[in-house]
């Protein structure tokens, strides 16, 4: 199913990527539409699988409270579930992505400190599958769309 999304539909959806929480009256306020306009094209949104759900985004204190880096995993073959089950079960790894190139994931980790994310490195390296990894320290976010304030 594909939905068509107009330049409202973009607006609204920014405007609910910084602040998922604005009430419908303010939005409406901000689009230049009617409340019931706004709750009728969230519903739309929701319903047609645009809008997956709501979250919660760090805030730059506790950010800055952590270490954050991206690692490069390659996997052997016909192991990739059992090794995606073992990263969903560990809480400091935020994110998976399949890639191109000589690595099979990219890996986004955040730990409460660098000895944290020495023993998480060591336990990925570990797991039965992994072939090899790679792995790169985040030093500061130069551009982040995803970040409040942004």
């Given at each position: 199913?594909?939905?068509?999304?107009?330049?409202?539909?973009?607006?609204?959806?920014?405007?609910?990527?910084?602040?998922?929480?604005?009430?419908?009256?303010?939005?409406?306020?901000?689009?230049?539409?009617?409340?019931?306009?706004?709750?009728?094209?969230?519903?739309?949104?929701?319903?047609?699988?645009?809008?997956?759900?709501?979250?919660?985004?760090?805030?730059?204190?506790?950010?800055?409270a952590?270490?954050?880096?991206?690692?490069?995993?390659?996997?052997?073959?016909?192991?990739?579930?059992?090794?995606?089950?073992?990263?969903?079960?560990?809480?400091?790894?935020?994110?998976?992505?399949?890639?191109?190139?000589?690595?099979?994931?990219?890996?986004?980790?955040?730990?409460?400190?660098?000895?944290?994310?020495d023993?998480?490195?060591?336990?990925?390296?570990?797991?039965?599958g992994?072939?090899?990894?790679?792995?790169?320290?985040?030093?500061?976010?130069?551009?982040?769309?995803?970040?409040?304030?942004?």
């Amino acid at each position: 199913m594909t939905i068509d999304l107009d330049d409202t539909d973009r607006r609204l959806l920014s405007l609910l990527q910084a602040n998922a929480r604005e009430g419908t009256a303010t939005l409406a306020r901000q689009l230049g539409l009617a409340r019931t306009t706004v709750v009728a094209r969230i519903a739309r949104l929701e319903r047609s699988g645009v809008v997956a759900g709501y979250g919660v985004r760090l805030g730059a204190r506790l950010d800055a409270a952590t270490v954050r880096a991206w690692c490069s995993i390659s996997v052997l073959p016909k192991t990739a579930p059992t090794v995606l089950r073992e990263l969903q079960a560990m809480p400091e790894v935020e994110e998976v992505s399949a890639v191109s190139g000589p690595f099979d994931y990219l890996v986004y980790l955040r730990c409460a400190g660098h000895e944290q994310l020495d023993a998480l490195l060591d336990k990925v390296g570990q797991l039965d599958g992994v072939h090899q990894t790679q792995t790169s320290i985040v030093l500061s976010r130069k551009i982040d769309r995803r970040s409040v304030g942004a």
